[in-house]
């Protein structure tokens, strides 16, 4: 069973950064292929991004291509979201989630195979 911890959140104006980083532990991290999703208020929580466990796939939702990018560090054990220009819209609380099958693309996050969750960070962004 793998814990996963979300921290980085915060208050941001409209336009600014934030970088999220999700720790995960008890099994190998590196094996497995990790995302990112959010819930805003009153929303479905939705897919922003996935990694494949290599590092070498990467996906991304249309509302945040060209604005965020995902990676992780194997080493760490740890996934990252930085995330540019940010919109009001990105306003939510973003987790991260790990695969359920080892050494895939990330294919099963993105259709809904999801684990354990964390407990969230906050992200706001002020216009």
């Known amino acids: 069973q793998v814990q996963l911890v979300e921290s980085g959140g915060g208050l941001v104006q409209a336009g600014g950064s934030l970088r999220l980083s999700c720790a995960a532990s008890?099994?190998?991290?590196?094996?497995?292929?990790m995302g990112w999703f959010r819930q805003a208020p009153g929303k479905e929580r939705e897919f922003v991004a996935t990694i494949g466990w290599s590092g070498g796939s990467t996906y991304y939702a249309d509302s945040v291509k060209g604005r965020f990018t995902i990676s992780r560090d194997n080493a760490k054990n740890t996934m990252y979201l930085q995330m540019n220009s940010l919109k009001p819209e990105d306003t939510a609380v973003y987790y991260c989630?790990?695969?359920?099958?080892?050494?895939?693309?990330?294919?099963?996050?993105?259709?809904?195979?999801?684990?354990?969750w964390g407990q969230g960070t906050q992200v706001t962004v002020s216009s």
């Open positions: 989630n790990a695969d359920l099958n080892p050494k895939t693309t990330g294919w099963g996050l993105r259709l809904g195979q999801l684990g354990s």
């Open positions: 008890g099994r190998t991290f590196s094996n497995y292929a």
